[in-house]
């Protein structure tokens, strides 16, 4: 189960840093000042629920929240950045656009195969599986 979260908060986020709010995103997330978004992810299947928080800076770490309401379950990710992994993500992100832009693409959100071969979902993930990062509650 906790793979399902998991894989719907990478979807989440993969939606976020995609298509018109992406660069919106990468760009809060760049200075880590307040941003909040919220939306539906409806791929494979999975529908759920989302908002989406960054809070700013709280010592030396920058604060993204996520609430994900997945079959009734809401599920609280809190993430604590230091300056070295936002600039990692922002890093990955900005060149996944700028290959987008070159190519004409949009970020591919058919399936999951092709969410889990984005390269902001292998750079998050990674994040969202290290608990000294991100924490996830009910």
């Known amino acids: 189960m906790k793979k399902v979260f998991l894989l719907c908060c990478l979807l989440s986020l993969v939606c976020c840093v995609s298509a018109n709010s992406g660069d ?11 941003y909040s978004d919220s939306g539906a992810i409806n791929i494979n299947g999975i ?43 922002v890093s990955t992100a900005d060149s996944y656009f700028i290959k987008l832009r070159k190519s004409g693409n949009q970020t591919d959100l058919s399936s999951f195969e092709s969410i889990q071969n984005n390269p902001i979902t292998n750079v998050m993930s990674k994040y969202l599986q290290d608990p000294s990062v991100c924490s996830m509650s009910r």
């Open 24 to 34: 919106k995103f990468i760009d809060a997330l760049r200075n880590c000042s307040a």
């Open 47 to 89: 529908n759920a629920k989302t908002e989406k928080q960054l809070s700013g800076w709280q010592g030396d770490k920058c604060v993204y929240k996520e609430s994900l309401n997945y079959n009734g379950d809401n599920i609280i990710t809190v993430c604590k950045f230091s300056r070295a992994q936002v600039n990692e993500i």
